[in-house]
Every structure is written in C-alpha cells, then in structure tokens.
C-alpha cells in the first residue's frame, strides 16, 4: 500500500510540475519570448513525453519564430493524439500550406469550419486561416469555393485592407471569367449586349450603354432588367434634360409592367416624376418602394426630401434616422438629417451632424478622386450639397 501511495503523490508532482511549465511557456510565448517559451514546453515533454497539449505548444511556439517544418511535425503529432485540438489544425493546416504540402486543404477547412470567432485570439487565427484557405484555392484556380470564404473574411473583418483588396481583385477575376464564357457561349446574343452595356456603365460612358441595352432589346424584347438600366443610363446622362426624362421614364414604365414591381424601379420613378416636378406623384412612388422594401436608402432618402420641401421636419426625421443608421457614410443623408434637426431647433445635435456630414463628404471626395483615376463612372450628388452652416431649411 505505501509505495501505491508514493506512486500517486509522484504522479501528482508531475502532472503539477508539468502544468506549471505549460503555463510559464504559454506566459512566455504571450510575452513574446519564444526560445523560453520552447525550453518550458520541452521540459513539460520531458516530464511527460505523451502530453498532446504540450506538443501542440511545443508546435505553435516553432510556427511562431517561423520554423514551419519543425512545427508541423510537433504540430502533427499533437493532433494524432488529440483530434480536438482545434487550433493546433489551423496552425497545422497554415504550415502545411506554406510547405506545399497537400494535406494543407483539409485541415485549413475543418479548421475555418469549427474556430470560434468571439474571443480576439481566435478571431485572428480564425482570420490567418481563412486567408491561407482563400489563397489556396485561389492558386488552385477554384474560385467557386474561395468567394465563400473570402465573403466571410469581409463580414468579420470589414477594415482589413489586405483582406478588402483580396476580396476586389476575386470579384473582377470572376466576373472576367464569367464574362469570357459568355461570350464564348452567346456571342452574339441579348445577354452579351447587356453585359457590354453594364461594363460601359461603369466605366462612364452612359451614351454607349444605351446603344448596346437598345440592341439587348432589339433581339430580346422581354430581356429581364434591360429596360430598367437602358431607363437609368438615359436618366443619369442627362438628368435635366426634359426629352432624357420623358424617355428614361418610360423605359422604366416599361420595365415595371415586364419585370413586375421592385423598390428599384420605384425609386427611379420617384427620382424621374421629382424632376418632372411632380412631387406627389414621387412621392407615391418612393412610398411604394419603401413598402416594398424598408432598408432601401433611396426610398427612405426620397421620402425625406419631400417632406422636408413641405415643411414636415418631424415626419422627415423618422427617414433620415433609418437612413444615416442604414448607410452611415451617405453624406446627403447627413446633410438632410442636420437640415431636420435645425429646423426643429435641436441645435446641438444639429451641429453634430454637421460635423459628420462634411467628415463623411471629405472622404466621399477622396473616394470619387480614387474612381476619376480608374476611370470609373462617380457618383456626384453630394458635390451638389452647399455647406450645412449657410442653409436655411
């Protein structure tokens, strides 16, 4: 009985003293001391060379001064003996990748799958394999499964720029691809011709556009959305001119009886009959869109400026609210806000809004300068915006 009971008590030191190592190698490696966080895990190893989260630390500490191959092997063998060890697959998976060994594919995914994004520190290992997954399947030429990943990435990591750049450069490359089938497909038919149009759009030239949704048309009358963009495209190059408005509105007439009722093309009826001066009929419209949908910024913003021009601030305000809420960077939508608040004396947090309006509107400029060098079609409504401080509501 006694040397049982000397053989538990030797037990307990060591699994203590192996603890005690693991967390001062585990402090160390937070602190950004790896060679003592190394030391401490291989002594933990020494103490009890069958223990997979020593292993696992033994292996995120290589993985951290940079020495993939030795930490896949740590890293492997510490997932061999303990399949839960999610994050040691992720790191696992990372070096693999790098190594260009193929078995990287299945742990990044069972990884990405199953890391927890709350805590930060797995929010940011969450992220470094997500970027290898994407990245492995972009080099793979497999970008059905890397636009899923690289969704997610945007959504959990909206400001990342590296990220956002990745995300840019995915979506041209296959709309590049999509655009080479379909003209390997149906070269000649109505979807090519829209597609020429939609790229002639943003790149500026509304004129072309126009032309090429016109000959959309021509071969396929009923060609779904052709007549609301060939309506927009009239519209935006020449939003003043009375023969443009006429036309565009009847496209987009056109395009409500064919294509059924959406808050697109209600909004772009409100836009066209608020130009027409015909605000009540505008009105209707921008209120059936927002039926339609209650997020739409257009309807909501629409709206808004009507009641305003009619002298009903406080009804106004419960629009811009939601609008400013919805898209917090539509300069118009800050500027009309501050226009309500003033007009209801509610001077200060007028003033706020101001500040936001012409933060927002500064960064707007930056942004269509940024397009005007790609030679990209700008938006430039708020450059039509006076400075809040002169405006009388």
Request: glycine share 6%.
């Amino acid at each position: 009985m006694p040397a049982l009971i000397d053989a538990r008590a030797a037990a307990q030191v060591n699994t203590a003293a192996v603890r005690d190592r693991l967390r001062a190698g585990e402090a160390a490696l937070a602190a950004g001391r790896t060679n003592q966080a190394e030391s401490e895990f291989r002594a933990a190893l020494d103490l009890e060379p069958g223990n997979a989260d020593a292993r696992a630390d033994l292996g995120a500490a290589e993985w951290t001064r940079g020495d993939c191959a030795a930490a896949r092997q740590d890293l492997g063998k510490a997932l061999a003996d303990k399949p839960s060890l999610i994050h040691t697959e992720g790191l696992l998976g990372i070096c693999e990748k790098r190594l260009g060994d193929p078995a990287a594919g299945a742990h990044l995914e069972a990884a990405f799958a199953h890391i927890p994004s709350a805590a930060i520190r797995d929010r940011q290992l969450r992220l470094e394999v997500g970027v290898e997954l994407g990245d492995l399947y972009y080099q793979r030429g497999d970008l059905d499964k890397a636009l899923p990943v690289v969704r997610e990435l945007v959504a959990l990591h909206p400001e990342n720029i590296d990220i956002l750049f990745f995300a840019q450069h995915l979506y041209e490359e296959m709309a590049d691809e999509t655009m080479n089938k379909l003209a390997l497909l149906a070269p000649n038919s109505a979807r090519m011709q829209q597609a020429i149009a939609e790229h002639l759009v943003n790149a500026g030239d509304l004129a072309s556009a126009a032309q090429h949704y016109r000959r959309a048309i021509e071969i396929d009358p009923s060609l779904p959305g052709a007549h609301f963009e060939l309506g927009e495209s009239i519209l935006e190059a020449a939003p003043r001119d009375s023969s443009a408005q006429n036309k565009g509105r009847q496209e987009l007439e056109t395009a409500l009886r064919q294509d059924g009722e959406s808050a697109r093309i209600e909004c772009a009826l409100g836009r066209v009959t608020y130009l027409q001066t015909e605000p009540q009929l505008a009105l209707a419209h921008y209120e059936r869109a927002y039926a339609l949908s209650p997020n739409e910024v257009e309807a909501q913003m629409g709206i808004s400026r009507i009641l305003l021009e009619q002298g009903k601030p406080q009804q106004a305000l419960r629009y811009l609210s939601e609008a400013v809420g919805q898209d917090p960077l539509n300069a118009e939508a800050h500027y009309h806000y501050a226009r309500a608040l003033k007009a209801l004396h509610r001077d200060e947090e007028a003033q706020q809004e101001t500040k936001l309006f012409e933060t927002v509107r500064g960064a707007q400029q930056q942004v269509r300068e940024l397009y005007r060098q790609m030679n990209k079609r700008v938006e430039a409504s708020a450059d039509q915006l006076p400075a809040l401080e002169g405006d009388q509501p």
